[in-house]
């Protein structure tokens, strides 16, 4: 059975930071690329965040967290932990987080139809 299980979200005011865990188990996703995307109240798409090759070699971010955001993770036999740290937060970027295993090894996608599996969410709020 394919889980993926986010953690990490909560209240946090402009300027701190978070950190998310994804924990992916039921599938080789140590094979696969895996993302965060996130979507805010109203928003009808979920957007793009990061993403990160199945060996970590290649890195993708959205231009309105580069260079606060780092996504990470570790590939273990059974599970993939894929992590996103979150700093100098801004209220901007209040939205529910979801971690997703996307549907080919190869590349970086940055589309939510690239992306088979998804985890229920992770609110994060930020306080001005």
């Known amino acids: 059975q394919v889980q993926l299980v986010e953690s990490g979200g909560g209240l946090v005011q402009a300027g701190g930071s978070l950190r998310l865990t994804c924990v992916a188990s039921?599938?080789?996703?140590?094979?696969?690329?895996m993302g965060w995307f996130r979507q805010a109240p109203g928003q009808e798409e979920r957007e793009f965040v990061a993403?990160?090759?199945?060996?970590?070699?290649?890195?993708?971010?959205a231009d309105s967290v580069k260079g606060r955001f780092t996504i990470s993770r570790d590939n273990a036999k059974n599970t993939v932990n894929v992590y996103l740290q979150m700093n100098n937060l801004i209220p901007h970027d209040t939205a529910v987080y979801y971690c997703?295993?996307?549907?080919?090894?190869?590349?970086?996608?940055?589309?939510?139809?690239?992306?088979?599996?998804w985890g229920q969410g992770t609110q994060v709020t930020v306080s001005s």
């Open positions: 993403v990160i090759s199945w060996c970590g070699g290649s890195l993708l971010y």
């Open positions: 039921g599938r080789t996703f140590s094979e696969y690329s």
């Open positions: 997703a295993g996307a549907l080919s090894p190869w590349g970086t996608p940055e589309h939510s139809f690239e992306y088979a599996y």
